[in-house]
């Protein structure tokens, strides 16, 4: 946590959880801090769908783009049924992340229509800075849901600086060997250790640390280490009251114990206290964190807002963050506990991007960075290491360029074949498009955010490609020029992202009625398209070739909308919408 005193506090981000962004039609508070105690916002959005027709092998699709509809038409008989499956938003469970989360959970609704229900755009993107950081050897695995939490932070509106190039040194020797990597990863995995700790009923401090000391007979000193981070995340909840009213006075661990409630200064303080309680060598530090109410490129620190711990093993230190890993708040500042594993035993190459010591020793890197340098590298959740995600463009910087050439931004991301992404500018489902370049083998985050000014880009990832929940890995920000002309993309469903198409042409959500427009784009997989014009499908199939659909047609007076039957999906005899255009 922070320094000792009564601190004010600001929002959290999300990881992707979340980011600099504003709580859901609510604008970020402003206030600045004194002592504070950071928290961890996250975001992610969680999908829920079902099958649509009994006795047809087919799936439904949830895009990740847009939090909006998938759509499937099935033939019945010499009539074509249109089946929307919408996708509605649980505000409930929408939380912002980084120091809080946010998450969308889906229900599906199935009805009979003549045209395929629209979908949300749902995209960030990026702001051009340079940062090069050495590569990581360990990727983290990942655990469902992220947490962090930031204590307050100063909002600056001065101007984001951009175009610096930063180096993140690795630590001066590897600590993370395989070996350790192996056994951290054991005792994460370890459910024995789960149900021991949860059955426990100890009335006192000491009567925990004789109880750790028991269950670590025998066990190596990362297990022991687990077995204190992994009480304090289910016994310790954080004091949202005290956070956002300042009212925080310094605990003692035994007044933790007790009152079994705190801010990050209180994590910090009875986590040492187990440590050394168990034999192990720990201190708390206080520095800056990037948690609730950080804004990339206009954010800056005044006072140390943040504390976590170091513990040395095998004479190594190592990180830990038990207020991160313990829970984040939501979209109402509601705390939601949440295990994140990311935050124990971190890397040194990975902490610095949200933690920044005030004593630049406990950075723990072979050339520490400057605060200045801090502020720069790009905003990214614990999902981002845990999905082994990779910035191409922009490299390491927090924000984002808009090309008026292209009329718009882009974030190039390389991702792991099983991952799948999403992403959204704050404030604006509508203005992100997702497509994979399978030449590049990127992910392209395109965005044209409707109004100028300063944005907020998100990009959420999820793995398996179908069905599942997205997670908050990366916040840009974006200056937005004033624009005279503003084109939104075409709305896309969620068998497009899923089986990573690509529209080349024409990139605009509207074509005009009556006109030749070629439609060009990359399909994977597919067997052939077929087209409906003002919700009527056509009766002829295109074939595919290569993976390349292209066709002029000539613009109907309502909208285009292109489906697709799949290579492995011979058997059914239904298509897939993929994308849509309007027309004016």
């Not at 059955?199 to 004789?210: C, D, P």
Request: aromatic share 10%.
């Amino acid at each position: 946590m922070v320094v000792e005193g009564t601190p004010t506090f600001q929002n959290e981000n999300i990881s992707i959880s979340p980011p600099p962004l504003p709580l859901m039609g609510r604008e970020r508070p402003k206030t600045s801090i004194s002592n504070h105690h950071s928290l961890l916002k996250k975001r992610s959005i969680t999908v829920d769908t079902k099958r649509l027709v009994e006795n047809e092998q087919h799936s439904i699709y949830f895009t990740p783009s847009r939090p909006s509809s998938a759509c499937r038409i099935i033939p019945n008989g010499n009539e074509y049924r249109h089946i929307t499956v919408s996708t509605q938003t649980d505000s409930k469970n929408d939380q912002q992340s980084l120091p809080s989360k946010r998450s969308i959970s889906t229900q599906t609704i199935v009805e009979d229509v003549r045209q395929p229900a629209s979908l949300e755009a749902y995209q960030p993107s990026i702001i051009n800075e340079t940062i090069v950081k050495r590569p990581h050897t360990h990727r983290r695995r990942r655990e469902k849901k992220k947490v962090e939490e930031t204590e307050q932070i100063v909002i600056d509106d001065s101007p984001s600086i951009t175009n610096q190039s930063i180096d993140v040194p690795a630590s001066n020797r590897d600590p993370f060997d395989p070996e350790f990597c192996r056994q951290r990863q054991a005792a994460i995995d370890n459910m024995d250790y789960r149900k021991i700790i949860i059955s426990w009923r100890a009335t006192s401090l000491t009567k925990v640390i004789n109880l750790i000391k028991n269950l670590s007979i025998g066990k190596n000193l990362i297990d022991r280490a687990w077995i204190v981070f992994y009480w304090v995340s289910q016994n310790i909840e954080y004091d949202v009251n005290s956070f956002f009213s300042g009212n925080i006075s310094h605990q003692s661990s035994d007044d933790v114990f007790r009152n079994k409630k705190g801010v990050c200064d209180a994590y910090g303080t009875i986590f040492k206290a187990l440590c050394d309680g168990v034999q192990l060598e720990c201190i708390k530090i206080s520095g800056y964190a990037k948690g609730y109410g950080y804004v990339p490129g206009k954010s800056t620190f005044t006072r140390t807002d943040h504390a976590w711990n170091v513990i040395k093993l095998d004479n190594q230190w190592y990180f830990i963050d038990s207020t991160w890993g313990a829970g984040h708040l939501d979209m109402y500042n509601q705390y939601q506990k949440k295990l994140d594993s990311h935050y124990f035993l971190t890397r040194p190459e990975h902490m610095i991007y949200k933690h920044f010591p005030e004593d630049s020793k406990w950075q723990l890197l072979s050339t520490p960075i400057s605060m200045q340098q801090f502020l720069l590298l790009p905003h990214v959740y614990s999902t981002f290491f845990d999905f082994q995600l990779e910035i191409i463009s922009p490299h390491n910087a927090n924000m984002v360029i808009f090309d008026t050439n292209r009329a718009l931004a882009e974030v190039l991301i390389r991702t792991p074949s099983d991952v799948c992404l999403s992403c959204s500018v704050s404030h604006d489902k509508t203005s992100g498009l997702v497509q994979y370049d399978i030449d590049r083998k990127l992910w392209q985050c395109l965005f044209r955010p409707g109004t100028s000014g300063y944005q907020t880009l998100i990009i959420y990832a999820r793995q398996g490609r179908s069905t599942g929940s997205y997670e908050g890995a990366i916040e840009f920000g974006l200056n937005m020029p004033d624009m005279i002309l503003f084109k939104k993309f075409p709305l896309t469903y969620g068998t497009f992202a899923n089986n990573r198409c690509q529209i080349f042409e024409p990139l605009v959500e509207k074509l005009k009625r009556g006109s030749k427009v070629i439609i060009h784009c990359r399909i994977p997989g597919a067997r052939c398209v077929c087209l409906s014009f003002d919700g009527a499908l056509s009766s002829q199939e295109h074939n595919v070739v290569n993976d390349i659909f292209k066709q002029q047609i000539t613009v109907p007076n309502r909208e285009v909308t292109v489906y697709v039957k799949f290579i492995n999906n011979q058997k059914s005899n239904s298509y897939d919408g993929l994308f849509k255009y309007k027309v004016e």
